[in-house]
């Protein structure tokens, strides 16, 4: 079982996405993506957050917030963990990241882009601006096949 955490920094109306081009077999590979990784063994979601979000952008938030917890179930992968957050605040210079392209995305733009479908349910959620939620995911190779939302079948 893998935990992991994804960030959108958010300004105006825009998303920091990654756009994940660089690295060979990559799961995500040229798909629009957050800024996260894997939490390292003893690392808290936030450790790991804060880590990860200065390791591939060189930013260090100063404002963010815990927002939900995906769980990814998959035939081709073991299942994940991943902590959801939003980051409103942060200091530094945006470096390049070795993982992709980031660039900031209007968020009526996120819609075109090359998404993970269940990314399209959850990116709706943190819009919608409600409390904290679980959320379950389930693929099939890319195809989504089941989305629960705090326990209960999500209907779109």
Known sequence: ????????????????????????????????????????????????????????????LTSYRYRGLVTFVSDQAPTEYMHLFTASGWTGEMIPCSEGELAWVKKKALPSLTLWEGDRIFLRLLEEGGPFFSLKLQYQGENLVLARLNGRPLTE
């Not at 105006?12 to 990654?18: K, V």
């Not at 660089?22 to 690392?43: A, H, M, P, S, T």
Request: some cysteine.
């Open 1 to 60: 079982m893998i935990n992991s955490t994804l960030c959108y920094l958010e300004r105006e109306n825009e998303y920091l996405m990654l756009h994940r081009v660089k690295k060979e077999n990559d799961l995500n590979r040229d798909k629009w993506i957050g800024v996260g990784g894997k939490c390292e063994e003893g690392e808290s979601p936030e450790d790991c957050l804060l880590r990860e979000i200065r390791e591939e952008t060189g930013l260090t």
